[in-house]
């Protein structure tokens, strides 16, 4: 192959790996904005969401298929569910804390990504699960390059979902008062927002996503395992940082750039794929030394 | 008919009386004015009424309704909007959007319509901005609504904060030093624009204001806190010709020439 063909294909590959990240990326950057928490336990409900994905397909795809269509179902479906335990979490553990030190809040994170983790694990007594779907192999061939049907349908709900938040988020009144919260939360209590309500709502749309994510890798790597949020998570909080916590396009931009840094640094000479994970860790450092408020974001302003 | 009904309202922190029994009403249609020395308690009166602090006793009726129970953002709801001391418009957020955000508590689509994006909720959206751009025009702010709101000219966005208080259709507008920091020339169009919101959108206005010149012609009656205890309330004239509220302004004669005498 030659340089141009290697190019492409590892485009391709970057944009389908940054799909990924950035949806996760979304759910972490929504969080910590409204509530200036960082989620550890977002990578475990992007897992959760797999397994809710996977359960909900293996109820339906008598009925719908485990095709694309069956699996965009489910997804639907996980991504309601659990959106309402990350509004559960939200509640039980999360809420409680908001008004103590910020550390205590980061351990409890802490604490129900291990209950989650350990809790499938449980379940799933540590094996690899099959997720049941049957996306077929088929796609087209642009000269030598490859782009697999299942790649585009990836990419293209991922896009669909970033472009509905961005949406959702920039031209509605629910949308305004997710922003007004991140900004000023008593005077957006004082103009009659409902704070409490809006951080729920800013749970279920981000673990939302994450179980997008989810059911959708699951669906297109074949298998689901009680730690594959625990990578992805710490990927999505450098996506989120490379963008800049806190800012929505930011995560959608770190997202992307950091799964084309992945597929093109793993092609450097000497640098193979096993150099992946310290080559995007190395980039979270670069980004937290030298621009710590990431590509998009704003240095933050305490007020009175 | 008495609008806004403060009855033997007492807060303290730990220990310090910030405000003691204080009874205060504001009458539906009127413009009135809280005035007295730094640290009488004025803001802390303000914030029980918004729902923020919870006096340890009294009562707090709005048009009848005990708001004193009540979250800050029922308050809001309940029909009583509020302006600081210090500019707090949403960075990141063109003017129009920060008006827009006022209206919230006046719109009923939910998370679950405004990510289907039904219908219902579109002509809500046209809805909210046409009564934004509305407020925004009441105030005198006819350009610059793309503007990140934070870029505008300080006196522009005290009027953009005015704005988006209007925009939570409020019966009670408290301003809390509304004139600080502007020129005289604004602090002009403020009296109007103060005149206009109680003649033309009918809504009561309390404010705080420490430019007692301003507070004389615009309030028609003007209640006087000092230590946490109310000492005086009547009309501008009674008010400057009481020798509590002189004493209480410098405890000498030069309260006179700071009561704008």
């Known amino acids: 192959m030659g340089f141009i063909d290697i190019f492409s294909q590892q485009l391709v590959n970057g944009i389908v790996l940054g799909s990924f990240y950035a949806l996760v990326a979304l759910g972490y950057?929504?969080?910590?904005?409204?509530?200036?928490l960082l989620n550890f336990a977002h990578g475990d409900l992007y897992m959760v969401g797999g397994f809710a994905g996977f359960l909900i397909l293996s109820f339906l795809s008598p009925f719908i298929g485990p095709g694309w269509f069956g699996v965009a179902v489910s997804m639907v479906f996980a991504m309601i569910a659990v959106g309402i335990l990350g509004v559960v979490i939200e509640r039980v553990a999360y809420a409680p804390m908001l008004s103590a030190p910020r550390?205590?809040?980061?351990?409890?994170?802490?604490?129900?990504?291990?209950?989650?983790?350990?809790?499938?694990?449980t379940i799933t007594k540590g094996?690899?699960?099959?997720?049941?779907?049957?996306?077929?192999?088929?796609?087209v061939n642009l000269g030598s390059l490859f782009i697999s049907y299942n790649q585009m349908i990836l990419v293209g709900v991922s896009i669909a979902l970033m472009a509905g938040l961005e949406i959702f988020v920039s031209r509605t009144q629910y949308g305004r008062a997710m922003r007004a919260v991140s900004v000023d939360k008593d005077m957006s209590r004082l103009l009659g927002i409902n704070v409490n309500r809006v951080i729920a709502g800013t749970f279920f749309l981000g673990t939302g996503l994450a179980a997008a994510a989810g059911t959708m890798a699951g669906a297109y790597?074949?298998?689901?395992?009680?730690?594959?949020?625990?990578?992805?998570?710490?990927?999505?909080?450098?996506?989120?940082?490379?963008?800049?916590?806190?800012?929505?396009?930011g995560a959608m931009l770190g997202g992307l750039i950091l799964g084309l840094l992945e597929s093109f640094g793993t092609q450097l000479p000497g640098v193979g794929s096993e150099w992946k994970d310290v080559f995007s860790f190395s980039v979270l450092i670069l980004v937290l030394v030298f621009k710590p408020t990431g590509l998009l974001g704003k240095p933050e302003q305490e007020r009175m | 008919?008495?609008?806004?009904?403060?009855?033997?309202?007492?807060?303290?922190?730990?220990?310090?009386?910030?405000?003691?029994?204080?009874?205060?009403?504001?009458?539906e249609g009127a413009i009135a004015s809280l005035i007295g020395p730094n640290g009488a308690g004025k803001t802390s009166l303000f914030n029980c009424i918004t729902g923020f602090y919870k006096p340890q006793a009294g009562s707090i009726r709005l048009a009848g309704t005990e708001t004193l129970r009540m979250k800050p953002h029922q308050v809001t709801?309940?029909?009583?909007?509020?302006t600081f001391q210090n500019v707090r418009l949403f960075r990141?957020?063109?003017?129009?959007?920060?008006?827009?955000?006022?209206?919230?508590?006046?719109?009923?689509?939910?998370?679950?319509?405004?990510?289907?994006?039904?219908?219902?909720?579109?002509?809500?959206?046209?809805?909210?901005?046409?009564?934004?751009?509305?407020?925004?025009?009441?105030?005198?702010i006819t350009e610059g609504w793309d503007r990140d709101a934070t870029t505008l000219p300080y006196g522009w966005q005290r009027r953009v904060e005015i704005a988006r208080a209007l925009a939570t259709k409020p019966k009670l507008l408290l301003l809390d030093e509304p004139a600080a920091g502007l020129t005289s020339s604004e602090k002009e169009d403020l009296i109007g624009l103060i005149g206009r919101i109680r003649d033309q959108r009918g809504i009561s206005v309390l404010l705080i204001e420490h430019d007692t010149g301003l507070v004389m012609r615009v309030s028609e009656r003007i209640s006087v806190l000092d230590h946490g205890v109310m000492i005086a309330e009547g009309a501008p004239k009674e008010i400057q010709a009481n020798p509590k509220v002189i004493e209480a302004y410098l405890g000498v004669e030069d309260g006179e020439a700071s009561l704008g005498l």
């Open chain 1, 221 to 249: 790597y074949g298998s689901l395992w009680y730690f594959m949020g625990f990578l992805i998570g710490l990927k999505a909080f450098t996506a989120a940082v490379i963008g800049g916590i806190g800012s929505i396009p």
């Open chain 2, 1 to 27: 008919m008495t609008l806004l009904q403060v009855q033997g309202v007492s807060l303290s922190f730990a220990g310090s009386k910030v405000l003691q029994g204080v009874n205060f009403a504001v009458a």
């Open chain 2, 92 to 140: 990141e957020m063109s003017v129009t959007e920060n008006v827009m955000s006022g209206l919230h508590c006046r719109t009923s689509a939910g998370i679950i319509e405004s990510i289907l994006r039904l219908p219902g909720q579109q002509r809500e959206e046209t809805m909210i901005r046409d009564f934004a751009e509305e407020c925004l025009t009441f105030v005198g």
């Open chain 1, 29 to 36: 950057t929504m969080v910590f904005g409204v509530v200036k």
């Open chain 1, 103 to 121: 550390l205590s809040i980061l351990i409890t994170a802490l604490a129900v990504s291990l209950v989650l983790q350990n809790g499938m694990l």
């Open chain 2, 77 to 82: 709801r309940s029909g009583i909007a509020r």
């Open chain 1, 127 to 139: 094996q690899y699960v099959p997720f049941g779907s049957a996306l077929g192999f088929g796609g």
